[in-house]
């Protein structure tokens, strides 16, 4: 049936997505600010559809709120608001690994 074919493809997304999270979340740390923002519109298109858990993701999007780059810092702060609005606690469990993840930020 229909709904079959679709949750199917559903669960094809978010395996696909889970293998390839991690290279995703590398990107964050590319030193041109195009790629980092690409990859974070990726991941906010990947939450927004529920391909992923959002707690993965936390330390990244915390990285994002320091990168050089205005527009990535909004981005990733909007995003990180709508995932606390779901998950109220969530943001504060992976507080140090989002600061740790900025530091390295800083260093690209």
Avoid: W
């Avoid at 391909?51 to 205005?70: A, F, R, T």
């Avoid at 702060?77 to 390295?104: C, N, V, W």
């Amino acid at each position: 049936s229909l709904k079959e074919m679709g949750d199917i493809q559903s669960g094809m997304a978010s395996t696909v997505m889970q293998v390839y999270l991690k290279e995703l979340m590398e990107a964050f740390f590319h030193e041109n600010s195009q790629v980092r923002m690409t990859a974070l519109s990726v991941v906010t298109l990947v939450l927004k559809q529920g391909l992923v858990h959002p707690v993965q993701c936390i330390p990244y999007l915390i990285s994002m709120g320091s990168d050089s780059e205005q527009a990535i810092r909004v981005k990733a702060d909007q995003q990180l608001q709508e995932i606390e609005k779901k998950y109220p606690g969530f943001t504060h469990m992976k507080a140090l690994q989002g600061m740790k993840a900025s530091y390295r930020l800083q260093k690209v």
